[in-house]
């Protein structure tokens, strides 16, 4: 029902900044929320931000409050991350997330997933 393409993940170093895009197609009329979820290796999959695509209000991880920017285009479908001040504990695969809730800071609230994208930041 629906798909979710990401693009932007690379690797830098730290300090630096990144911009990840998320295109949805499809139902995309149905989604009420967009979000973004990372799993660095070894680790469970967590909450990095989420954006109501109707009202554009945010939610963000204590870890990343203030150093990240998450924000939509609904005409285009997508949704950005726009990392700054990289630390190399962001390193994971960080992945897009859809939800035809209001909710979407848990896994468990999701309904689509992208692929994921690899971020990966050196000291």
């Known amino acids: 029902q629906l798909l979710l393409v990401e693009s932007g993940g690379g690797s830098v170093q730290a300090g630096g900044s990144l911009r990840l895009s998320c295109a949805a197609s499809?139902?995309?009329?149905?989604?009420?929320?967009m979000a973004w979820f990372r799993q660095a290796p070894g680790k469970e999959r967590e909450f990095v931000a989420t954006?109501?695509?109707?009202?554009?209000?945010?939610r963000y991880s204590d870890s990343v409050k203030g150093r990240f920017v998450i924000s939509k285009s609904n005409a285009q479908n997508t949704v950005d991350l726009r990392m700054n001040v990289l630390r190399p504990e962001d390193t994971a695969v960080y992945y897009c997330?859809?939800?035809?809730?209001?909710?979407?800071?848990?896994?468990?609230?999701?309904?689509?997933w992208g692929q994921g994208t690899q971020v990966s930041v050196s000291s």
């Open positions: 954006i109501r695509r109707f009202t554009g209000s945010t």
């Open positions: 499809g139902r995309t009329n149905s989604l009420d929320s």
């Open positions: 997330a859809a939800s035809r809730g209001a909710a979407a800071w848990s896994p468990m609230q999701v309904d689509y």
